[in-house]
Structures are given as C-alpha cells and as structure tokens.
C-alpha cells in the first residue's frame, strides 16, 4: 500500500491503490533464468558434425521427434540407437501414430547423399511425409564448425 504525498484537502493521506510490480518483476526474472538454464538440457546429446545452413529457423514443437543418421550410418530416435526395419514401429510409438507430426532430420557431414535419401525413402514408406532438415545457423563468422576429432569413414 501506497501514500500520496500531495496537499490534501482534508489534511489526511489519501491511499492510493496502485499495485506495486517490484516482487511480479522479479519473480519474472528468476523464471526466465531458469528457463535459459533448462532449455539447452531438452536438446539431443547425439554428436554429429551438423552442415551449416543460412535458412531462416523455423519455430519447433513442444516435443520435436529427432532422427539422426551418425557418421557410420546408423541411426538414433532421440538419444536412442534403432536398427533400419525398427524405424516405422519406433516413430509411431514416440509419435503416437501421428504420421503428420514433423520428423526432424539430422545428418553428419560425412554421410553421402545417397545414404540421406535412403533414410528419407524409409521414412516415406513409413508413411511420414513432412521431414525437416535439421543444420547448423550460418552465422557470418567464418566457415563450418571444427570437428570433434571425430574420424571419418
């Protein structure tokens, strides 16, 4: 609660019932810490070494389903490693058999095109046709990444 501090008429202070947002800014500002410090935790932890693009991100769902195709070609469901035929049973159990829900794919730099293509077949013939391409934000400074020291094949 408030005082004004003008002349009043009537020689007492009135009240003024203005809602002090002091404790609502900081309650606000400890949450968004929180927030900055647990978003990079709900990230994939499978290392590829991702090609950069300079397309626009685009905005990601609540819970993104990940598939990942490694450096040896294997792939990953998240953090999980599946065989190739797992694939469709895989993806509809995380996805609740929602074919429509987007599938983002993430690449190592090293595998071929060829290789890319093959699991976007699988995953067409799985019948999930909106697949985006998951890469590094071009930044301006400079050329991709350095490698993790990872060999390539």
Not at 9 to 18: C, I, M, P, T, Y
Not at 56 to 73: E, M, N, S
């Amino acid at each position: 609660m408030a005082v004004s501090l003008k002349d009043p008429q009537d020689g007492d202070l009135a009240e003024v019932s203005d809602i002090n947002v002091t404790p609502f800014i900081d309650v606000i500002l400890v949450l968004l810490i929180i927030f900055m410090v647990a978003a990079p935790l709900s990230t994939v932890d499978v290392a590829v070494d991702l090609p950069v693009s300079n397309a626009q991100p685009q905005a990601r769902p609540d819970t993104p389903v990940f598939l990942t195709v490694k450096g040896d070609l294997t792939l990953a469901l998240g953090n999980d490693t599946l065989p190739r035929e797992a694939l469709q049973a895989m993806l509809d159990q995380r996805t609740n058999n929602d074919r429509q829900q987007r599938v983002f794919l993430r690449a190592d730099g090293a595998v071929a095109y060829r290789e890319l293509m093959e699991v976007m077949n699988l995953l067409r013939s799985a019948g999930y046709l909106k697949i985006a391409l998951v890469g590094l934000e071009d930044t301006g400074q400079g050329g991709a990444p350095a490698s993790s020291g990872a060999s390539r094949p």
